[in-house]
């Protein structure tokens, strides 16, 4: 079974400008969340999808948005990049809601100069 | 407010040296308590799901623990290739499926 799938798996972007990362989950699995990782916040979630309907949204400016089509297929984006939106950005994707194991991709390197 | 909070930050243990790594929780109400491993690089890695104190489970070298308030993971004769950050995380409240993070603990295994 194929695991989850991120692309781009690198991105170098300058401040001002959006940037969308895309994420496919595991067959079957309905639920997909997103989080960002830096060195100093550590794993900090962003928001959840389940069928298309966002269930959950982290602390996050509106800049961060995010969609999930009919497929699950999710992507986020980001607008007006900022120098401290550089971060390792994880999807991760689980049958459903509730108290689930979530299954990670390998996530997507955001570097914005 | 959800806490978590994890300990030492970081650790060297020398091959075959058995330790446990601590994670300290304050939430409200407890769905679960997650454990993944990290490699540097990539995604964290799914372990454990533990739901209820007194609950416990293996795989090869590692053991979850968990009561009221923490759990333990616990690596016994590790190998250099248990080398990774170990993440543990929690699902509280409302029926949200967020997880809320604690910062990690290091370990480095030296052969």
């Known amino acids: 079974k194929a695991g989850v799938t991120q692309t781009p798996r690198y991105l170098i972007k300058t401040r001002g400008q959006q940037v969308t990362l895309s994420c496919s989950p595991i067959?079957?699995?309905?639920?997909v969340s997103w989080y960002q990782q830096t060195p100093g916040q550590g794993l900090q979630f962003l928001f959840e999808?389940?069928?298309?309907?966002q269930r959950n949204k982290g602390n996050f400016p509106g800049r961060f948005s995010g969609r999930q089509f009919s497929n699950s297929r999710s992507e986020m984006n980001v607008s007006t990049l900022e120098l401290g939106d550089s971060a390792l950005y994880l999807c991760a994707s689980s049958w459903g809601t509730g108290a689930n194991e979530q299954f990670f991709g390998p996530g997507t390197r955001l570097t914005v100069l | 407010e959800d806490q978590v909070t994890q300990s030492p930050e970081a650790l060297r243990l020398q091959e075959g040296e058995s330790s446990s790594l601590n994670c300290s929780y304050t939430?409200?109400?407890?769905?679960?308590l997650f454990w993944y491993r990290q490699d540097p690089g990539k995604g964290p890695e799914f372990l454990f799901t533990l739901y209820s104190a007194g609950e416990e489970k293996e795989k090869e070298r590692l053991k979850a623990t968990l009561t009221k308030k923490e759990s333990f993971l616990h690596i016994t004769a590790p190998k250099p290739e248990d080398s990774a950050t170990y993440l543990c995380?929690?699902?509280?409240?409302?029926?949200?499926?967020?997880?809320?993070f604690g910062t990690g603990t290091r370990l480095t295994v030296i052969p």
């Open positions: 939430v409200s109400g407890l769905r679960g």
């Open positions: 067959s079957g699995h309905r639920s």
């Open positions: 999808y389940f069928s298309e309907t």
């Open positions: 995380a929690v699902q509280a409240g409302s029926g949200a499926n967020n997880l809320f």
